[in-house]
């Protein structure tokens, strides 16, 4: 059984930075794509970040590039999200994912997800 848990949300006033973790538990974590995405109430889920099993590729939704830098530890079985110049519009709930299919990238599908951890930009 995979599990994912979040941490490193938190509130913070716009300009300001965080960094999200994600530790995976239940099976060979390096072998693996990661993600991290993130909900409004009322909206879609969108994409945030990814990175291949090695840490070599990464890919970065628009509106967070030059911002968000995702990176991973497979050692310590831990996936992060540094978010730097945050702002308002990037409050949100933010999850980590990870797919049942070994090595590819980017993945077909993310299969387990994390519970969440919220984000917060005040302006």
């Known amino acids: 059984q995979v599990q994912l848990v979040e941490s490193g949300g938190g509130l913070v006033q716009a300009g300001g930075s965080l960094r999200l973790s994600c530790a995976a538990y239940g099976r060979t974590f390096s072998s693996y794509t990661m993600g991290w995405f993130r909900q409004v109430p009322g909206k879609e889920r969108e994409f945030v970040a990814a990175?291949?099993?090695?840490?070599?590729?990464?890919t970065y939704a628009d509106s967070v590039k030059g911002r968000f830098t995702i990176s991973r530890d497979n050692a310590k079985n831990t996936v992060y999200l540094q978010m730097n110049s945050l702002k308002p519009e990037d409050t949100a709930v933010y999850y980590c994912a990870a797919p049942s299919v070994a090595i590819r990238y980017p993945p077909p599908a993310y299969d387990y997800w994390g519970q969440g951890t919220q984000v917060t930009v005040s302006s």
């Open positions: 990175i291949s099993w090695s840490g070599g590729s990464t």
